[in-house]
């Protein structure tokens, strides 16, 4: 095959990604599809399992659907400095919740753009449909992001190709135009008839994707950048916003509580025993993390929520240890009440 016979797709392995990279590689190019990991669109309960020092590989998901195409797969990681860089001061702004979509999508396809350049691929395609997401997926947006990455004429949208601009492969008569689809909207029954048409019967459900878009992580992030206090944002603050019951006290002071072993576990390695943490000492229950200097005065009552979440919540009085380094302090409480907490 000659170098214009290879194109790099965006592989998620939902089934807008499965139709689009089906559709190329039934017009006959080889497919390499890039998997990206941002840091928040990883199953958390994989993520959470393995800990915050994960090495990260697709999961087996994504590559049992890639090899069902035939699609090489390329992992790649993005989340580092980079991506919080765009959550933290995103150019075009957030979304519903803590997702900068615009700015994600123009680095994503940045990368893919070196992918395409290094493969001498003809161009990037994406599974994206005109009009189906509200940030990231009008015309303008579409527009912008090709535009911002530097693809101008080699990012093709396979499933709304003919309700866009053609590209420059389509032009030449690389890729044919006729072959393509007109996809629009936020229905999902075409997608679905045109995958019985093209015998793909694996594929997820949709919804779900990156956490950053979840109302709950919005309202954390957003009450972690109220409480900086002028401090930037980073990637140990990100990754405790992903597990475990938040509150904030009236003082200000942020408590992080495990709500099972894996979430203790996960918490406990990431904050590398730097917080205070508080344990009830005679029935197993969450474990909870101070992150910052609270104020000492504050610890009973620390230690009463502690003992709320725990097998010992309906006792008079139980004893909880506060722990930083070499230093423990025990306190006998009695666990708050749930409206109190409230």
Known sequence: MSSKDKVVGMFSGGLDSLLAHRIMALEGFEVVGVHFYTGFNEDLGREIASGPRWKWTPSPQVAEAAGRLGVRLLPIDVSGDDYLEIISNPRYGHGSAANPCLDCRILLMKKA??????????????????????MSQLRQSLDLVMKRSGLEGRLLRPLSARLLAPTIPEMEGTVNRENLFAFSGRSRKPQRELAARLDITEYPPSGGGCHLTDEGFGRKYDDLLAHLEGDAVTLRDMNSLKTGRHLRLSGGIKIILGRDERENAYLEELFEGRV???????????TAFVPGDPNRDEFPRIAAITARYGKARERDSVRVLARLGDEAIEFTVRPAKQEEIE
């Open 276 to 286: 205070w943490t508080f344990n009830a000492c005679d029935a197993p229950g969450a």
């Open 113 to 134: 753009k070196e992918v395409m350049e290094a493969e001498g691929a003809a161009l990037v395609f994406t599974g994206e449909v005109l009009g189906q997401r509200p």
